[in-house]
T-cell receptor, first 114, second 112 residues
Framework: AQSVTQLGSHVSVSEGALVLLRCNYS??????LFWYVQYPNQGLQLLLK??????LVKGINGFEAEFKKSETSFHLTKPSAHMSDAAEYFC????????????FGAGTRLAVHP | DTAVSQTPKYLVTQMGNDKSIKCEQN?????MYWYKQDSKKFLKIMFS???????INETVPNRFSPKSPDKAHLNLHINSLELGDSAVYFC???????????FGNGTRLTVT
């Protein structure tokens, strides 16, 4: 069965600092991997996805993530945090060839302080 | 605007009542979903329909019944509401197995 582990339910960074949100997955078949962001009282918005090809994936708002099969990881990074990045971030996995059933991690709340 | 829209945004009701949440997408997607987000923000899939056909049905009580009159609509009916049903319910849609999900803004259900 697939699963997703997000290390750190809360991450706090200073404005301008590096953002690193960790995600490890478990899957018996090649996965599709996603990062979503949720702002307060809103739905989830796709940041980026990995399906096939290049393992370094660039997304919106300056975020990127690298798929590392050997480490079963898909960590999300941004070189310089902005106050507007404060939100809940979810990593998700789905099976290649499946019905696009997303399994989500528990989420990481990112706080950005001045 | 192209979007996934849910109604109502907030729903407060008493235990034992029956309620429905409606979802519509105008993105032309074939697949629609219902997810439940609990008080700890954990998201779990409940149902998925592809072209009006049920394709994913997780371990959800029979009190929850999805209905898809056409591929642009997926409604969720809940019978005999319980306190534990309080959560935010998200509708989503996608096109294809590797395409991302587009989420609605959620319906916050509070059962008292």
């Amino acid at each position: 069965a697939q699963s997703v582990t997000q290390l750190g339910s809360h991450v706090s960074v200073s404005e301008g600092a590096l953002v690193l949100l960790r995600c490890n997955y478990s899957s018996s078949v090649p996965p599709y991997l996603f990062w979503y962001v949720q702002y307060p009282n809103q739905g989830l918005q796709l940041l980026l996805k990995y399906t096939t090809g290049a393992t370094l994936v660039k997304g919106i708002n300056g975020f990127e993530a690298e798929f590392k099969k050997s480490e079963t990881s898909f960590h999300l990074t941004k070189p310089s945090a902005h106050m507007s990045d404060a939100a809940e971030y979810f990593c998700a996995v789905s099976e290649v060839g499946g019905y696009n059933k997303l399994i989500f991690g528990a989420g990481t709340r990112l706080a950005v302080h001045p | 605007d192209t979007a996934v829209s849910q109604t109502p945004k907030y729903l407060v009701t008493q235990m034992g009542n029956d309620k429905s949440i409606k979802c519509e997408q105008n993105l032309g997607h074939d697949t629609m979903y219902w997810y439940k987000q609990d008080s700890k923000k954990f998201l779990k899939i409940m149902f998925s329909y592809n072209n009006k056909e049920l394709i994913i049905n997780e371990t959800v009580p029979n009190r929850f019944s999805p209905k898809s009159p056409d591929k642009a609509h997926l409604n969720l009916h809940i019978n005999s509401l319980e306190l534990g049903d309080s959560a935010v319910y998200f509708c989503a849609s996608s096109q294809g197995a590797d395409s991302p999900l587009h989420f609605g803004n959620g319906t916050r259900l509070t059962v008292t």
